[in-house]
């Protein structure tokens, strides 16, 4: 298995664009996780699915962050417009509900907006 | 809504010495578990401990979760190069999402 995979890896764009970060989990998984990690905050939880339904999106900052996951295979993480604030690199895992066996984690999006 | 200590927030140490990080929560867990994310990594699952008193062993790292399940360790014996990262806590809430503690940043110095 691939793992998780998540593209792009890096992503530079200008204040005010549109930005979509995408995310594939490991087949088989049934929960996927959307995760933002900056120095000052650390590790947050933006939003979960299971069985492609979201389930909790509290962790979402405004209303320019949208996510979706149309089907298992794959999910988006929408931000409109991007502001510098929001550079951080954005993690996606994915895991079977309940398993000991932990998250798998993507290599994440390095985002930078300038 | 709940969250778990971590501490210390840095650990410098030099090669062959242990090192230890402790989590803690001032709310009974129902299970907790460790990952470690490398330098420009991402985090990688190390273990789940689940039962009161628990203590599991991987090579080097040993992990403890407390009597009372609102604490947990992670111990390295003989740190090597390789043990550079920083370790996280997490702690597993409704609905299978983690909450993730402020991590440990471990330097290991040859």
């Known amino acids: 298995d691939a793992g998780v995979i998540q593209s792009p890896r890096h992503e530079v764009t200008e204040m005010g664009q549109e930005v979509t970060l995408r995310c594939k989990p490991i087949?088989?998984?049934?929960?996927l996780f959307w995760y933002r990690q900056t120095m000052m905050r650390g590790l947050e939880l933006l939003i979960y699915?299971?069985?492609?339904?979201?389930?909790?999106d509290s962790g979402m900052p405004e209303d320019r962050f949208s996510a979706k996951m149309p089907n298992a295979s794959f999910s988006t993480l929408k931000i409109q417009p991007s502001e510098p604030r929001d550079s951080a690199v954005y993690f996606c895992?994915?895991?079977?509900?309940?398993?000991?066996?932990?998250?798998?984690f993507g290599s994440g999006t390095r985002l930078t907006v300038v | 809504g709940q969250q778990v200590m971590q501490i210390p927030q840095y650990q410098h140490v030099q090669e062959g010495e242990d090192f230890t990080t402790y989590c803690n929560s001032s709310?009974?867990?129902?299970?907790i578990q460790w990952y470690k994310q490398r330098p420009g990594g991402h985090p990688v699952f190390l273990i789940q401990?689940?039962?009161?008193?628990e203590v599991k062993k991987q090579k080097r790292l040993t992990f403890q979760f407390g009597e009372a399940k609102k604490n947990s360790s992670l111990h390295i014996t003989a740190t090597q190069t390789t043990d550079v990262g920083t370790y996280f806590c997490?702690?597993?809430?409704?609905?299978?999402?983690?909450?993730f503690g402020e991590g440990t940043q471990l330097t290991v110095n040859p």
């Open positions: 895992a994915s895991s079977l509900r309940g398993a000991v066996y932990g998250y798998t």
């Open positions: 699915f299971n069985n492609n339904v979201p389930i909790d």
């Open positions: 401990l689940v039962k009161s008193g």
């Open positions: 087949s088989g998984h049934n929960s």
């Open positions: 709310t009974t867990l129902s299970n």
């Open positions: 997490a702690e597993e809430t409704s609905g299978s999402r983690l909450t």
